[in-house]
Every structure is written in structure tokens, then in C-alpha cells.
């Protein structure tokens, strides 16, 4: 085996501003591992909130990758790949680009999708995907809330955690207004206190608001805890739920926790995940990144493990390199190919 690796840019549509910062572009380095003539691709992208460039990126994606040779065959080094997950020190959003190669090429040599490897049966992995909104106007937000449902989204996702808590709800109920039909969620990335999501989150139960992602600020998640304990809706984990051990500090404590591949680890973390989780009460969303459809397609293919799918990072782009896994109509598919099911597009076809 040999792997290589690849740096593009990834440009958004329109910056999308969240709470703490607004982003218009990342980079992305996609890692390509090679055997017998068959290729296994996967994708880690910038981060400045968990300090990753694409210098550092494509070092540790180097590091990790480089003694796959040793293994003999993709088989053996995915096996102890995932095997030693637990002893690793690579940032986890290294260890899921190289599983997710890994996964691919696995699967197109024997010839199924990556589900099937993950013991899926039945159908192929589909689940209706919220489609993001970031802070902005009331009035844009409304326009764009009536524009996706047309488009067939049934799920949006409003960034929220403006300075004055006023305009969250102002914005909510333009979209709500816009969109009456929609299911809704809310995340403000952290921004609120204890005494603002008190006040805030009756408001919005009352606006039909089906749940909210991580209110309070990461580092305290016995507060988070508490607050879930008494919202009138459902509150997520996202930043306060990073790895196997946070899952089941909080398992049965809040209403569900926001797994993202290059958070935890990657699809062998997510499905730990989602183990330790089981019957507390504590259900499963899939989030991602900004990335392109490389990035998010391992996380299409567990998407029927989930009760809320976040799996929009792409569609966000102004120009998706990949293709594969569909989601501009409101829904993520899983592909029957072998692998992830997802191939680059030719330059034409990409800027069409």
C-alpha cells in the first residue's frame, strides 16, 4: 500500500457566521491510499477551533498513513487500525480521514458499500438532512427557510448566539413564519449563560423549536447536564461531547449527543458511541464539518443509526469537488457502490 495526499480549497456559497466567528472557505486535504490499483479516499479539513491547518493536517495524516505498508493488505491494516484507536495520539479528525480511506478501499475490494462492512442490512442508509442557517437578518433567514422548503428540506438548522438574544428569536420566528412545516433545531454554538437558556428555551418550545445544541459554553458539562434536566426541550451535546468517555459521563443526562467523525475519531468512535448511548434515553446526531462530499459520506453511511441528521457540510459549498451522496433535495443517501460511493468530479463538471 502507499497513500498520497492532495490540498484543494473549499469555498463556501455565502460566509456563514455562527457565534463565535464566520467562515467563507477551509481547506481540505484528502488522503489516497492505494493498493493493487484500487484506491481508498478520505478527507480532513481546517479547523481553527480545534487548531488545525493544512500544515499540521497533512504531517500527522503522513505520520499515521506511512506504516500502512506493513500490514500487507488494507484488510489487516483497517482491522489494527481501528483496534488500536484507544492508544492513538493523532487529533481525531487525522484518525477518521484515514479510516474513512481505509473503509473505501476495503469495500471496493470486496466489492460492497461501507455499510455493509459496518453490518447494515436492508436498504440503503437514507435519512432526511437538516440544512443550515447561520446568523443573519430575520428577513434573509425567512427567505432562505422558504427557499429550502420549496427545494424539499423538511429539517432546518439555525445558528443562533447573536449578541442581543433578541434577534435569535426574531430570526426564529421568521423562519417558523417562512417554513411553517419544517422541523426545527437551534444552535448557538456555546453562547448562551445558565440564566439566558432558562429564559430562552420556554420561547422556544413555545416557537415549535424540536431541540437545541449545546447552549452553554464547552467545560462545564455537569451544567449543561443540569440545565437538559429541566428544558422544556430537547438539548444536544456537541462541543462538551467529543470522545467515547464524555458520551458516558453524559449517557442519560441530556437528550441526545451530536457525534461528528472528525470529532470523536471516525466511524468506528461514532458506532462506540452510539453503543454506550443505547437505552439511557440519550439519542444520536450525526453533525459534520464544512467539508466536501468526501467528508461527509462515512457519516451518510451510519445515517439510519441516528434520530437527527446534520449532514449538510457540502451542500454549503460554492463548488463541491465530490459527488455521491445527493442531499440538494433535503436527503443524504448511502450509494449501493462499493466503498464510501462517492467519486471526484471532472473539473467541468465541478464549476458547472
Not at 464566520?22 to 481540505?28: D, S
Request: hydrophobic letters at 45%; proline letters at 6%.
Amino acid at each position: 500500500m502507499k497513500a498520497s495526499q492532495r490540498t484543494v480549497r473549499l469555498e463556501l456559497t455565502e460566509p456563514l457566521r455562527i457565534s463565535r466567528s464566520t467562515m467563507a472557505a477551509r481547506e481540505a486535504v484528502w488522503l489516497t491510499i492505494e493498493h493493487e490499483g484500487q484506491r481508498g479516499h478520505g478527507e480532513a479539513v481546517t479547523s481553527v477551533y480545534y487548531g488545525l491547518d493544512t500544515e499540521t493536517l497533512g504531517r500527522l495524516l503522513y505520520a499515521e498513513s506511512e506504516g500502512l505498508a506493513r500490514f500487507g493488505d488494507p484488510e489487516t491494516a483497517l482491522e489494527t487500525f481501528r483496534s488500536r484507536r484507544g492508544e492513538a495520539t493523532a487529533p481525531p479528525a487525522v484518525a477518521a480521514a484515514v479510516e474513512s480511506a481505509l473503509l473505501d478501499l476495503v469495500g471496493k475490494r470486496a466489492g460492497v458499500p461501507v455499510h455493509r462492512l459496518l453490518g447494515a442490512h436492508g436498504a440503503e442508509p437514507s435519512a432526511a438532512t437538516a440544512r443550515t442557517i447561520g446568523i443573519t437578518a430575520p428577513e434573509r433567514a425567512g427567505a432562505q427557510a422558504a427557499r429550502l422548503a420549496r427545494d424539499g428540506f423538511s429539517v432546518l438548522k439555525l445558528k443562533a448566539g447573536a449578541p442581543d438574544p433578541a434577534d435569535d428569536l426574531a430570526r426564529v420566528r421568521a423562519v417558523r413564519a417562512a417554513a411553517p412545516h419544517t422541523r426545527l433545531l437551534l444552535d448557538p454554538n456555546g453562547a448562551w449563560t445558565v440564566q439566558e437558556s432558562e429564559r430562552l428555551l420556554p420561547l422556544l418550545c413555545e416557537l415549535g423549536v424540536e431541540a437545541v445544541e449545546q447552549p452553554l459554553a464547552p467545560g462545564d458539562p455537569e451544567a449543561l447536564a443540569k440545565l437538559a434536566e429541566r428544558s422544556p426541550l430537547p438539548v444536544i451535546a456537541d462541543e462538551d461531547a467529543v470522545d467515547v468517555e464524555d458520551a458516558r459521563r453524559l449517557a442519560g443526562r441530556v437528550q441526545g449527543i451530536n457525534v461528528k467523525l472528525a470529532k470523536c475519531g471516525g466511524v468506528s468512535a461514532a458506532l462506540r458511541i452510539a453503543e454506550v448511548i443505547a437505552g439511557t434515553g440519550t439519542e444520536l446526531m450525526l453533525g459534520c464539518l464544512t467539508a466536501s462530499t468526501l467528508g461527509i459520506a462515512p457519516a451518510v453511511h451510519l445515517a439510519d443509526r441516528a434520530r437527527w441528521i446534520d449532514l449538510d457540510g457540502h451542500l454549503l459549498l460554492a463548488h463541491d469537488p465530490w459527488t455521491g451522496i445527493g442531499g440538494g433535495d433535503g436527503t443524504v443517501r448511502a450509494s449501493r457502490s462499493p466503498g464510501l460511493g462517492v467519486r471526484e468530479r471532472g473539473d467541468a463538471e465541478a464549476l458547472a
